[in-house]
């Protein structure tokens, strides 16, 4: 088990530097390439529902 604090709490300790939030870029063209080759590679299949939940789920043993 692991104690944790906000910074804040502790003494003597630099204030956090502001960070700048990068957006990154998205182009359907290329997720779609990289999941296509994703899927190839690891040998499992992706199928799209009409309900937009993702989730796993294993072959049952037989």
Avoid: W
């Avoid at 604090?5 to 003494?11: L, R, T, Y």
């Amino acid at each position: 088990m692991y104690k944790v604090f906000n910074g804040s709490q502790v003494s003597g300790i630099p204030k956090l530097e502001k960070y700048q939030v990068i957006k990154p870029t998205f182009e359907q063209k290329n997720a779609e390439k990289i999941l296509t080759e994703l899927s190839e590679n690891m040998g499992v299949s992706i199928y799209t529902a009409s309900v937009p939940n993702a989730f796993y789920e294993p072959k049952p043993t037989e």
